[in-house]
């Protein structure tokens, strides 16, 4: 029986107690909020099923979904219950073709495939057969909403543009240390521009701070390490999650927290990037400077696996990774040779001339020992004696004491913004006591605003207070003990062991024909000694610091060292 009814519906005949089910749907989540056109939709479609005298057994509401494409839950929950083997419903129901399918081709191929398993598609407003002249003509009905749907695309993606271009957000989810602040009403329309979040902003400001320099104990934390040392003191996202190594990347490449939020970047549905010329940049409050900023990005790229090989910081040689060409800035990797009397000796040779030729680098090549030792004997002479360590750690104290004059200034600014609101609050609600005013809802709101600021402010002032530690000077015996240990480590023991020691306070060692600069920085020198470890091998930083100046880090000669 149940045969002999899809049978007749998808034949056309009109009559019969026909299974039914109902499909509503609104391509906005604002559409569903105002909770008019899916009712409307609703009660159409239930009408129309009585007025047949067919049986709506269920519905199925897509609040919020574009039509576009398939990539909608209760659209496949639907079409894979109309296709069981149990045959539940003779028709889908509509209210229009273009609530089922915006796009020509994808309404005709889910049409084809509900008829194979004997269920048909029923618009209440644009009722039509299965004659060649009427499925034509809801082809050409098909077309015409899907050009209306790219058309309406279009229109609403230039005017979020020109909203982009005034200033103005356009309400796609506010980044971790920020938040909408409405700035203007144009009609019904509400304007709004992101402002800085001060507690969260100080979230932001210390993954960076991390990820730049670490927590005062330690070298520069990578990623991952980022990630633990967050979830393990109590910090969680906007949402109350943890953080991930996701989110934490997201937040370090985000251009925003240097005040340059960019819109139309990405295709929205496929998300592949759009041509640069295309993107709208408006400027925001930066909570990150630029400098900052650069550097990480420039780290980020150099611990990419991509750029920095495994065997950069795990391998058997002394200086992989470390020593480059000084002529081309290619790396001086192992290469070997073997004498007349049959002796193998290995080198240090620019890798850019090994694969290019000498078109590409004249090249140059040294002896594996001789630069291991020139090296090591050199750092041990210059760089990890008492008196050079100090002179170093003396300018990074110089350089910290400056920081902490401007943190100071910012606690004392939000100790004033704590205050004053602690005091606004006391006199209104002495107001209210002395019967001077009534708490209405005017003065309600007032006094919920003057809390919100002060816990805010107090947030950002107790997260300052506890991150920030005054600079203190390194013992003179702790700088004797840290050149003492950096002279036997880096001479003894195997080579990653040794490796991981030179790769904490060194960036590069550049390689000429008659002399080696070795570059290093001063900041995470000085965190190594003062937390008298070596920080993890693989995270280094690249700023040249504690060879600023030619003087600061005199070269010396491979004939020297060879004589």
């Known amino acids: 029986m149940a045969k002999m009814l899809r049978n007749r519906v998808t034949e056309g005949e009109p009559s019969g107690a026909l299974r039914a089910c109902a499909y509503l749907r609104v391509s906005t989540g604002r559409q569903a909020e105002s909770d008019l056109s899916i009712p409307d939709q609703r009660k159409q479609v239930a009408a129309f099923c009585a007025n047949k005298g067919w049986s709506l057994l269920s519905e199925y509401v897509e609040p919020g979904a574009s039509a576009m494409d398939d990539n909608r839950a209760e659209f496949q929950r639907m079409v894979e219950r109309a296709t069981d083997d149990d045959h539940p419903f003779d028709v889908i129901v509509v209210h229009s073709f273009s609530r089922f399918f915006r ?33 034509m003509m809801r082809q050409v009905i098909a077309l015409f909403d899907e050009y209306q749907s790219k058309e309406n695309a279009k229109h609403v993606l230039r005017a979020m543009n020109e909203n982009a271009r005034q200033g103005f957000y356009n309400g796609s989810p506010v980044p971790l240390g920020y938040r909408t602040e409405e700035t203007e009403k144009r009609g019904t329309k509400v304007k709004k521009k992101l402002v800085v979040d001060p507690a969260e902003a100080e979230t932001i400001r210390l993954i960076f701070r991390l990820y730049s320099h670490g927590d005062g104990q330690s070298g520069a934390l990578g ?30 490449t985000n251009s925003v927290y240097i005040g340059e939020w960019v819109f139309n ?57 470390l020593a480059t060409c000084a002529s081309c800035d290619g790396a001086m990797t192992m290469r070997t040779g073997t004498s007349k009397s049959g002796k193998v000796h290995k080198y240090y040779a620019c890798s850019t001339c090994f694969r290019k030729g000498k078109t590409a680098c004249k090249g140059r090549s040294v002896r594996m020992d001789t630069l291991d030792d020139l090296v090591v004997e050199q750092l041990s002479a210059r760089l990890f004696t008492t008196e050079r360590l100090t002179a170093i750690l003396a300018a990074a104290f110089s350089r910290r004491a400056e920081k902490a004059v401007e943190v100071d200034r910012r606690v004392v600014s939000l100790q004033r913004e704590v205050t004053d609101a602690a005091d606004k609050l006391k006199r209104l609600y002495r107001m209210v006591e002395d019967d001077i005013a009534d708490l209405d809802d005017i003065l309600k709101d007032r006094i919920a605003s003057l809390k919100g600021d002060r816990e805010r402010a107090q947030a950002a002032l107790d997260r300052i207070q506890a991150q920030t530690a005054p600079p203190t000077e390194i013992p003179l015996a702790a700088i004797e003990q840290f050149g003492r240990t950096m002279r036997e480590n880096i001479r003894n023991g195997e080579i990653p062991f040794r490796k991981s020691y030179l790769r904490a306070v060194i960036d590069r060692i550049e390689v000429g024909d008659n002399s080696i600069r070795i570059i290093g920085d ?19 930083s690249f700023e040249r610091k504690w060879r600023s100046l030619g003087e600061s880090n005199p070269c010396f000669s491979l004939e020297r060292a060879a004589s």
């Not at 001063?522 to 280094?540: F, M, W, Y």
Request: aromatic content about 6%.
């Open 103 to 135: 796009d020509a081709f994808g309404l005709e191929m889910y049409i084809r495939r509900l008829a194979k398993a004997g269920v048909r598609l029923v618009s209440i407003t644009q009722e039509l057969g299965d004659d060649p002249a009427q499925v």
């Open 223 to 252: 990623l991952k390490r980022v990630v633990s040392w967050l979830n393990e003191r109590g910090y969680r996202t906007r949402k109350g999650a943890r953080f991930g190594v996701a989110t934490v990347h997201t937040i370090l």
């Open 265 to 321: 970047k990405r295709e929205s549905r496929t998300q592949r990037e759009k041509p640069v010329d295309q993107w709208i940049t408006v400027e925001v409050p930066p909570i990150i400077d630029r400098a900052q900023f650069d550097a990480v990005q420039a780290t980020l790229k150099a611990h990419n696996p991509r750029v920095t090989a495994p065997r950069v910081v795990t391998g058997p040689v002394l200086l992989t990774g």
């Open 522 to 540: 001063s900041a995470t020198l000085e965190q190594v000694i003062a937390g008298k470890t070596v920080p993890e091998a693989g995270v280094r």
